[in-house]
């Protein structure tokens, strides 16, 4: 079973591991120690509880789209027509295109508090540092 160092629980969640201590020391988080006394969480326990992190969809609405990414927006590219806007999401880089128009009425601009929402069929899901089991090389 995959369990995880209070600094990797902290990386994934997005917070310090000072932060996952104080959970754990709190009860709020489940964890164990391993054979050298290091404090350890079980990946189905840190999921259980990041699920529980995570706040309704809407945000104060009601929408069907649930990948949700607040962050800060770091650029605006504008040309004629379109906008790109890049967001600083936690460790994260979201990037969306839109009209320019959007992006005006908006108000997008480097230091603005924006919301990523995103509606996907298609979501890529990549396990870090496996090789794909293509047969090609």
Known sequence: MT???ISEAAALLG???DTVRRW???GRLAAGRDEHGHRRIEGADLAAFARAQIGSPGEG???SARNRFRGIVTEVIRDAVMAQVEIAAGPF???SLMSRQAADELGLEPGV????V???TNVVV???GHERATGQQ
């Open 3 to 5: 369990t995880f160092r």
């Open 15 to 17: 917070v310090s591991a």
């Open 24 to 26: 754990v020391d709190a």
């Open 61 to 63: 609405g009601r929408s």
């Open 93 to 95: 880089r979201v990037v």
């Open 113 to 116: 508090v924006a919301v990523a």
């Open 118 to 120: 995103i509606k996907s």
């Open 126 to 128: 990549e396990i870090p």
